[in-house]
């Protein structure tokens, strides 16, 4: 078990450029969620997804997209980078039957907007 | 609006003593409570967590405490070892919600 593995590690954007982070769970979990985390603060949501298909916005949906096309693979879409989206980026996953609402993290991805 | 706190952006122990770790909410909707650690460059990874039924719940030297009334949770480390050293989130689920809401953090460090 890969867990919930996230590519790229690391990329320096442009303004205005734009790009899609990577998320793929091999855990069989019907939920995925993407956070943005700033330095000194805490975790945000910006989206996150029950299921195949479905997908709602998190406290900072603003700047992002998603997509659920399969259970395993949660893609992020950066449209028209802004540096206010410089940050570390985690995709997490949990499977919501079991009881303890614990959400399983990947490594994250640094983003860096200049 | 921040719904979870964790008041100390730092704490600083020695090693073989007890680390306690803070977190207040305000929403008394959570139903769950959780806390991760996380080591620099890598994702957060689940600690312990404790139901909103439960005053208390223990795992080796992990210990979480839930005072309900007055919307505060905190996190014993006993005794703490320099590999404990990181930064902590604490985390609440609002009912039903699948969702998880996070504190800023605790950067823990354990001299030795």
């Known amino acids: 078990n890969a867990g919930v593995t996230q590519t790229p590690k690391f990329r320096i954007l442009k303004i205005g450029q734009s790009m899609t982070l990577q998320c793929t769970q091999d855990m069989n979990h019907n939920y995925m969620y993407w956070y943005r985390q700033d330095p000194g603060m805490g975790l945000k949501l910006i989206y996150y997804s029950v299921g195949a298909g479905i997908t709602d916005k998190g406290e900072v949906p603003n700047g992002y997209n998603v997509s659920r096309s399969t259970t395993e693979d949660f893609p992020l879409r950066l449209e028209l980078a802004a540096p206010s989206q410089t940050s570390v980026y985690f995709c997490?996953?949990?499977?919501?039957?079991?009881?303890?609402?614990?959400?399983?993290f990947g490594p994250g991805t640094r983003l860096t907007v200049t | 609006d921040q719904q979870v706190k964790q008041n100390s952006p730092s704490l600083s122990v020695q090693e073989g003593r007890i680390s306690i770790l803070n977190c207040d909410y305000t929403?008394?909707?959570?139903?769950?409570f959780l806390w991760y650690k996380k080591y620099p460059a890598e994702g957060p990874t689940f600690l312990i967590s404790?139901?909103?039924?439960?005053d208390k719940n223990e795992d080796g030297r992990f210990t979480v405490f839930l005072n309900k009334s007055a919307k505060h949770l905190s996190l014993h480390i006993v005794p703490s070892q320099p590999g404990d050293s990181a930064v902590y989130f604490c985390?609440?689920?609002?009912?039903?919600?699948?969702?998880?809401?996070f504190g800023q953090g605790t950067t823990l460090q354990v001299k030795p």
């Open positions: 404790i139901s909103s039924i439960k």
């Open positions: 985390a609440a689920s609002p009912s039903n919600t699948g969702k998880l809401i």
């Open positions: 997490a996953s949990t499977n919501p039957l079991k009881f303890s609402y614990e959400q399983y």
């Open positions: 929403n008394s909707m959570f139903d769950y």
